[in-house]
């Protein structure tokens, strides 16, 4: 996996840490539910981001195991945050425009990290090429704006 795209990835991913382990704003009650489940899995997000950056740093080493177990806990801990969230209701139009992002891009994330985890298995520790590492990317960058964009809403 070339440097530039490594770098990349582990920079959205301490994006996204960063982002779900700051404290979010009180509003309305059950907004607040969104809030307090985002922050009940904010601390998993964060394990698993540098579970993730720690496998992608040993990947060009050959070790591809520990990359595919990070992925697939962060892959399972997306969803599971996913389906939380899709329990919840916003109480504002804020908080129900700020949930379908969040729920849209952990969705596309969680896509992302699951493409990249099936292309690193498929090439059994060898390289991955770009076209399958830069759509990965490509599908983490839109939702990780999703994300922030909700979160943003969430937190005003």
């Given at each position: 996996?070339?440097?530039?795209?490594?770098?990349?990835?582990?920079?959205?991913?301490?994006?996204?840490?960063?982002?779900?382990?700051?404290?979010?704003?009180?509003?309305?009650?059950?907004?607040?539910?969104?809030?307090?489940?985002?922050n009940t899995y904010a601390p998993k997000?964060?394990?698993?981001?540098?579970?993730?950056?720690?496998?992608?740093?040993?990947?060009?080493?050959?070790?591809?195991?520990?990359?595919?177990?990070?992925?697939?806990?962060?892959?399972?801990?997306?969803?599971?945050?996913?389906?939380?969230?899709?329990?919840?209701?916003?109480?504002?139009?804020?908080?129900?425009?700020?949930?379908?992002?969040?729920?849209?891009?952990?969705?596309?994330?969680?896509?992302?990290?699951?493409?990249?985890?099936?292309?690193?298995?498929?090439?059994?520790?060898?390289?991955?090429?770009?076209?399958?590492?830069?759509?990965?990317?490509?599908?983490?960058?839109?939702g990780r704006t999703k994300l922030l964009?909700?979160?943003?809403?969430?937190?005003?």
């Open positions: 996996m070339p440097r530039s795209v490594r770098r990349r990835l582990v920079l959205s991913g301490v994006l996204t840490c960063a982002v779900l382990a700051g404290p979010v704003a009180a509003a309305q009650a059950t907004d607040n539910d969104l809030r307090t489940t985002l997000i964060v394990k698993d981001e540098k579970a993730v950056a720690k496998g992608i740093n040993e990947y060009p080493k050959g070790k591809s195991k520990p990359l595919v177990k990070a992925l697939n806990h962060e892959v399972g801990d997306l969803h599971a945050l996913n389906k939380a969230l899709k329990n919840e209701s916003g109480s504002s139009a804020k908080g129900r425009k700020a949930k379908k992002d969040i729920v849209a891009g952990l969705g596309s994330i969680a896509s992302a990290y699951g493409a990249l985890r099936r292309d690193v298995q498929a090439a059994h520790g060898g390289a991955v090429s770009a076209s399958k590492v830069n759509a990965a990317i490509a599908t983490d960058k839109k964009a909700g979160l943003k809403l969430l937190s005003t």
